[in-house]
């Protein structure tokens, strides 16, 4: 099984920015192989898929984040990042990322985000 792990997140000022990494090991394929998704939960709400990069074709965002997150992999690195542009208080959450779908339900330690207003 693919292990995920998750980093990069803390604080930040609203309208700034943070880039977050997710590597991928444990698995024969590489990460060019499955589509990955970056999901986020912020307190007291449901997990939610904000960014989804699928094998081929194009990259899915959540309308809240449309704009200003940016999916994307380094294959080389089997890495997945979530760039994140224009930060807003509503952005904090725990932020995870996962295969697509996440049939195994396995989710990393995630990575916190926090932007102050």
């Known amino acids: 099984q693919v292990r995920l792990v998750e980093s990069g997140g803390g604080l930040v000022q609203a309208g700034g920015s943070l880039r977050l990494s997710c590597a991928a090991s444990?698995?024969?394929?590489?990460?060019?192989?499955?589509?990955m998704g970056w999901y986020r939960r912020a307190p007291g709400k449901q997990r939610e898929l904000v960014a989804a990069l699928p094998s081929r074709g194009l990259t899915n965002y959540a309308d809240s984040v449309k704009g200003r997150f940016t999916i994307s992999r380094d294959n080389a690195k089997n890495t997945v990042y979530l760039q994140m542009n224009s930060l807003k208080p509503e952005d904090t959450a725990v932020y995870y990322c996962?295969?697509?779908?996440?049939?195994?339900?396995?989710w990393g330690q995630g990575t916190q985000v926090t932007v102050s207003s």
């Open positions: 444990g698995s024969i394929f590489g990460i060019n192989t499955m589509a």
């Open positions: 996962a295969v697509l779908p996440n049939i195994n339900n396995y």
